[in-house]
């Protein structure tokens, strides 16, 4: 195998661990404040295609807001929380 490939292929394991521990380390917690959709591009080879994504804007308790990729099920009103450790977002009850 080339050393261009092996490089590039442990440059794609490297970056793709340093997304998985950002997610994996992440903690927050908020409430849904609005859900919207979004245009956002999507390639595929060389040709780019734009898809309609729903995203939820959330009001987290410490007063940012964060925008994530919406469930079905999520709503105004929404509470939910991610915990460090864990990658669900969990929806609270009550």
């Known amino acids: 195998m080339k050393p261009e490939i092996i490089f590039t292929i442990a440059f794609v394991v490297f970056i793709s661990l340093i997304l998985m521990l950002k ?3 992440e903690s927050w917690e908020g409430t849904v404040m609005e859900r919207k959709i979004e245009k956002v591009p ?3 080879g060389n ?3 734009w898809t309609d994504v729903d995203f ?3 009001k987290l ?3 940012k807001t ?3 990729r919406a469930m079905p099920d999520w ?4 509470h939910l929380i991610k915990r460090r450790g864990e990658f669900q977002v969990k ?3 009550g």
Not at 75 to 78: F, L, N, Q, R, V
């Open 23 to 25: 997610v994996y380390l």
């Open 91 to 93: 929806v609270l009850t």
């Open 75 to 78: 709503i105004a009103g929404t």
């Open 66 to 68: 964060k925008k994530i």
């Open 61 to 63: 308790i410490n007063g």
């Open 56 to 58: 939820a804007v959330l």
């Open 42 to 44: 999507v390639r595929r």
């Open 47 to 49: 040709r780019t295609f």
